[in-house]
């Protein structure tokens, strides 16, 4: 009994100040509290609709389940990408939904990836109008005077509008190609 008293008196001594074992206690108990704090208003709390997927790791020398998961997010290169020399790496960004089937997924690879939710400070976009407006790699869909285009440029120009040619005008350059050619 009296080690265990000489124990709970010690004081231990880190970087200039003076720290008990009931402080660790009291520290402990602070964390509980934060913890209860934060479950007491996880019901205020509206979850995000859309998540900002980054690859932080690659997936190379991974089980193949793992390498399933990170193609099927969009987050490496399909065949058909790799056919085109369309190179993904660690840090591309992906937008998912946020839905049951989608946490199970970003659960099984969470080591590779780093997640954030999409938030909208400048409030939420209207409906089929998306100009001006950009989604940075913190997550953040913002709106930006900048980027606001005027309308006069979108409009196509006639000298600009593509000719379809016809097969006596394809024929002839082609078939004098064809004659003047070196073989």
């Known amino acids: 009994m009296n080690i265990v008293r000489r124990f709970m008196a010690y004081v231990v001594q880190t970087q200039g100040r003076h720290i008990s074992v009931d402080t660790f206690a009291r520290t402990r108990n602070e964390i509980f509290d934060k913890v209860r704090e934060i479950r007491a208003n996880a019901d205020k709390i509206e979850p995000s609709k859309l998540f900002v997927v980054q690859l932080v790791k690659s997936s190379a020398l991974r089980p193949y389940w793992e390498k399933d998961i990170v193609r099927i997010l969009g987050l490496e290169e399909s065949k058909h990408e790799k056919k085109m020399n369309m190179r993904k790496g660690v840090g591309t960004y992906v937008v998912v939904k946020?839905?049951?089937q989608m946490c199970r997924m970003l659960w099984r690879v969470?080591?590779?990836v780093r997640v954030k939710p999409v938030t909208f400070p400048d409030g939420l976009p209207t409906p089929g109008v998306y100009t001006n407006s950009y989604l940075n790699h913190s997550g953040e869909f913002r709106k930006h005077s900048n980027f606001e285009v005027d309308p006069e440029r979108l409009v196509v120009n006639k000298k600009f509008e593509r000719v379809?040619?016809?097969?006596?005008?394809?024929?002839?350059p082609m078939h004098l190609r064809w004659m003047n050619s070196i073989s």
């Open 98 to 100: 946020n839905t049951p």
């Open 110 to 112: 969470k080591h590779l």
């Open 164 to 172: 379809k040619l016809e097969g006596r005008e394809i024929a002839k």
